[in-house]
């Protein structure tokens, strides 16, 4: 009976001890697959069905440091505008961002070793930027920020133009030009125009500067550097922009391609408010508002166009480099993988970013300082 008792006992025993194996394994195996999801959306998206948006994608060809900015920041994107002639909301936002951005001059200063002051040229308010060491006293740079012409100001913006100053050498020379909508394009391009004109009283020529630009700005550059050779007044030595908005009307092909991967913003919910609160839709094709549509065979100046292939402006840069390179003038188009838009401001000291800086050094080393 003894014997009949363990033959009997041994097998269940048997049999419970591979169940518990198995349900141990199981647990382990299930606890493994959930957390890969948890770390790699991108198999949630396989697994489960669930689309990740287009704008949340991150490759895996641009730098760790890259990396790890585009996964905090693909959580969002950024809200919608207000109206255009909302005129009291369009004030509220950009008094609460200015102040906000403003607040760190002084910590920038310190962090890039420059010194800034806050002055008048020509009746139009502007922030000066001078770096430690100085290549050249007779030579200039000129900065209209960006912010799709209805945010930032000079001041809060002081680190791009650091960055440029600390890249290059040179004195820069921010302009604190009226935000759209309290100002439309034909005052905002005179107040350009006033700046080199106090700039050219001051005893500068046009050769002694480089004017450079960002996002709106840099539509800002080209725009207003067409005006001013259509006045007769000359042009800069050169130009540096980086990600131009240079056509507001939502023409040309990365507006589609790319409107559901750009990360920072929509023409519909964000750009195009904007651009109408800068100007009315019949002028948005306007050269002096959209540069892409300029003459340029009447001259242009040496122009470096730098921006990311993750950028919903990627077709204006083409476009604009086309026109140029078409009308027979000197330009460069100098594009990086993976980077989102004014990639240069944001990351400064990684390697996308300082192989940029390189060569907006160069371009105004040639065609400015005239250093080999």
């Known amino acids: 009976m003894q014997t009949y008792d363990q033959d009997f006992v041994n097998p269940l025993r048997r049999k419970a001890h591979m169940i518990k194996r198995f349900t141990v394994i199981t647990i382990a195996v299930l606890t493994s697959f959930l957390l890969v999801l948890a770390i790699h959306p991108a198999i949630v998206e396989y697994y489960t069905g669930d689309s990740l948006p287009l704008w949340s994608y991150v490759p895996d060809t641009i730098s760790p440091e890259w990396e790890a900015f585009l996964l905090k920041k ?3 994107r950024e809200n919608s505008a207000p109206a255009p002639d909302d005129i009291a909301e369009w004030t509220k936002r950009q008094t609460e961002k200015i102040a906000e951005a403003e607040a760190e001059a002084d910590e920038i200063a310190a962090d890039f070793d420059i010194e800034y002051r806050e002055i008048e040229i020509g009746g139009v308010p502007v922030v000066e930027v001078t770096p430690s060491s100085l290549a050249s006293e007779e030579k200039v740079a000129v ?3 960006g912010g799709a012409y209805v945010l ?4 809060g913006t002081l680190k ?3 960055i440029f100053a600390n890249a290059t050498d040179l004195k820069v020379i921010g302009i604190d030009y009226t935000l ?3 100002s439309k394009w034909q005052q905002t391009t005179d107040e350009v125009v006033s700046v080199f004109q106090a700039l050219l009283a001051q005893g500068y020529a046009m050769d002694d500067i480089v004017l450079y630009g960002d996002s709106a700005g840099g539509g800002l550059a080209a725009g207003s550097t067409l005006k001013m050779r259509d006045l007769g007044m000359g042009m800069p030595a050169a130009l540096v922009l ?3 908005w240079a056509d507001i ?3 040309g092909d990365t507006y589609v391609t790319l409107r559901d991967a750009e990360p920072y913003y929509t023409y519909e919910d964000r750009l195009g408010p904007s651009a109408l609160a800068y100007a009315n839709k019949e002028d948005h094709q306007r050269p002096y508002v959209s540069p892409v549509y300029g003459d340029f065979s009447a001259g242009f100046p040496p122009t470096l166009i730098q921006g990311g292939t993750k950028e919903i402006f990627l077709s204006n840069f083409v476009r604009l480099y086309q026109a140029l390179d078409q009308a027979g003038q000197t330009v460069k188009l100098d594009i990086y993988e993976g980077m989102p838009h004014v990639f240069q401001q944001k990351l400064p000291d990684t390697k996308e970013s300082q192989d940029a800086l390189k060569k907006v050094s160069s371009w105004v080393n040639e065609y400015l300082l005239k250093v080999e």
């Open 74 to 76: 693909s959580k969002t």
């Open 143 to 145: 900065y209209t920020h």
């Open 152 to 155: 930032n100001s000079a001041k």
């Open 160 to 162: 791009n133009m650091a």
């Open 180 to 182: 759209a909508p309290h």
């Open 242 to 244: 980086w990600s131009p």
């Open 249 to 251: 009307s939502e023409t």
